[in-house]
């Protein structure tokens, strides 16, 4: 059971995360993006596949990072399954690009629900 501080939190995270998909990245934020992609897929174990926004079912609602790094797949998932649609599995790695509309707080408290929900580690690019 959650208490009435939970469920307020819970709700502001909720809006806020309404909030972030109406924003659009710049071009500043695409570039960073690009290089981190670009440095991951340089520096990883062939086993592990860094890879550009992907939406994941978090505890209580999805998450999308700018960039994930996931276990490499070796065959991919049946087009008809709801795993296709949305990720099931909490990526290793995720990474938040901070806008300049956003805050670190939010960002942090975005990070710490990614976290409970099975991220093994978030970074926070800023």
Known sequence: ????????????????????????????????????????????????????????????????PDVVVYPKRTKPHDKTSREYRIEQTAPLLAIEIISPDQTMFAMVQKCEEMLESGVEECWIVE
């Open 1 to 64: 059971c959650m208490d009435t501080l939970e469920l307020e939190e819970l709700e502001y995270s909720v809006l806020e995360a309404e909030e972030e998909d109406d924003e659009m990245p710049n071009y500043t934020h695409g570039e960073l993006q690009t290089e981190l992609l670009w440095l991951l897929r340089s520096l990883l174990n062939p086993n592990y596949k860094a890879l550009s926004p992907i939406t994941f079912q978090g505890l209580y609602r999805k998450f999308t």
